[in-house]
């Protein structure tokens, strides 16, 4: 089982590389498990929309 910790490494990580599928599936079964991880995930997809539409405008 992957602990949160392991689990916000994945989520910015994915964010530079594509996860292989073995990550995927473990990440996918702790977001199923744990609240705090998918506030952090909405907050990751927040935070780059959110730098996107900036850098869009300028």
Known sequence: MM?????TELMSED????????ER???????MMCGG????????GFLRAAI???SGRD
């Open 15 to 22: 964010l530079d590389r594509p996860l292989r599928w073995r």
């Open 25 to 31: 599936v473990a990440l996918r079964f702790h977001l």
């Open 3 to 7: 602990n949160c910790k392991e689990a």
């Open 52 to 54: 996107r539409q900036r």
């Open 37 to 44: 991880c998918r506030n952090f995930k909405d907050q990751i």
